[in-house]
Nanobody, 120 residues
């Protein structure tokens, strides 16, 4: 009944920018946290940026200063602005949300993933 839909991935040259979007929809009572993870081939999925409601955002050290997470709470949407992209940023990016449904049960949800490829 709740789903996350991602968009905004693509191919970009090193130094370029992309903006990822993730919209949550369904029987949402509240969103406790939203964030972005990424997974490169052969590597573990890692947290890129997280926004837990009531706390300041957190970032992976490798993206700090280049990426910015933001939320439009009215639209149940989270964004990831990615600037100064590097080839090592190449990965599938996944949106994450911890959501209480209208039944007030809390579950973790994942977006479908969007490919970000940065060429050198």
């Amino acid at each position: 009944q709740v789903q996350l839909v991602e968009s905004g991935g693509g191919l970009v040259q090193a130094g370029g920018s992309l903006r990822l979007s993730c919209a949550a929809s369904g029987n949402i009572f509240s969103i406790n946290a939203m964030g972005w993870y990424r997974q490169a081939p052969g590597k573990q999925r890692e947290l890129v940026a997280g926004d837990r409601s009531g706390n300041t955002p957190v970032y992976a050290g490798s993206v700090k200063g280049r990426f910015t997470i933001s939320r439009d709470k009215a639209k149940n949407t989270v964004y990831l602005q990615m600037n100064s992209l590097k080839p090592e940023d190449t990965a599938v990016y996944y949106c994450y949300a911890r959501i209480a449904s209208t039944s007030r049960l809390v579950y973790d949800y994942w977006g479908q993933g969007t490919q970000v490829t940065v060429s050198s």
